[in-house]
């Protein structure tokens, strides 16, 4: 069973900065993308960064030249830096690891900007 520790989220001003991080369980062996997902109140999920086992991010453009992902291939691990946040960011942020073809999902961490 695949497990997701995500950590990093909290209220912040807009303009401000977090840092997002998850960590996932087992080998680094059978991992492919890692990436974020989110989901504000009445909206569906969608994507904000993915990033692959070779290190080549893709991001929404909505956050590009604000976020950055990055990977930590010997700890599993997977960050968002998030920069210039604006009151729009707000969200829950999910992990999303894929293993095998599958996406394995966190529990999520919630994101507030205050304007």
């Known amino acids: 069973q695949e497990q997701l520790v995500e950590s990093g989220g909290g209220l912040v001003q807009a303009g401000g900065s977090l840092r997002l991080s998850c960590a996932a369980s087992g080998s680094s062996f059978s991992i492919n993308a890692m990436g974020w997902y989110r989901q504000a109140p009445g909206k569906q999920r969608e994507l904000v960064a993915l990033i692959t086992s070779g290190g080549s991010p893709n991001y929404a453009d909505s956050v590009k030249d604000r976020f950055t992902i990055s990977r930590d291939n010997a700890k599993n691990t997977v960050y968002l830096q998030m920069n210039s946040l604006k009151p729009e960011d707000t969200a829950v942020y999910y992990c999303?690891?894929?293993?095998?073809?599958?996406?394995?999902w966190g529990k999520g961490t919630l994101v507030t900007v205050s304007s």
């Open positions: 999303v690891v894929n293993r095998y073809g599958i996406n394995y």
